[in-house]
């Protein structure tokens, strides 16, 4: 003879579930926050490489950092926007280079650009990365930076 739960019990049960749910979300929130700052540092290079693929082309190339009417990114040829990074309000993004930000980086026929740095911040985490002017190979260099 088989015996089946009772209300009380599966009620009981699902309490349970639910209460070590909620215990564990919380955690869980950095780390989601951690990939969306990873998944644009992986598009923000695609973009850099897009970039150097053009100019050799001959055209007129620049990544420009804007914040109006939200922050974002922008690929743009001959002054104008051909792709763009839209990102959260809580995101800020900076384009350093010797430790001066920079609104625009430019390259040139050969898709070179001057060595310089993406930094982006959200609220839990930052991240920073080098990329080389020569060749746009991209280095984590986040271990330096503190989160907020």
Partial sequence: MTRALTLIETLA??????????LL???????????????????????????????RRGDIIEIRNTSLP????SLRLNDEAVAMIELP????????????????V?????????????????????RRYAVSGLTGFAVDVSSRVESP
């Fill in 13 to 22: 049960a699902i309490l349970l579930l639910g209460m070590a749910f909620a």
């Fill in 25 to 55: 979300a919380p955690g869980l929130a950095p780390v989601s926050e951690d990939a969306k700052l990873d998944a644009f540092i992986a598009r923000f290079v695609d973009l850099d490489r897009r970039a150097r693929l053009l100019a």
């Fill in 70 to 73: 939200s922050p974002a990114v």
């Fill in 89 to 104: 309000p809580e995101y800020r993004v900076e384009l350093v280079a010797d430790s001066d930000a920079l609104d625009v």
């Fill in 106 to 126: 430019l390259f040139d026929r050969q898709g070179r650009s001057i060595d310089y740095q993406i930094r982006c911040r959200n609220g839990v985490s930052a």
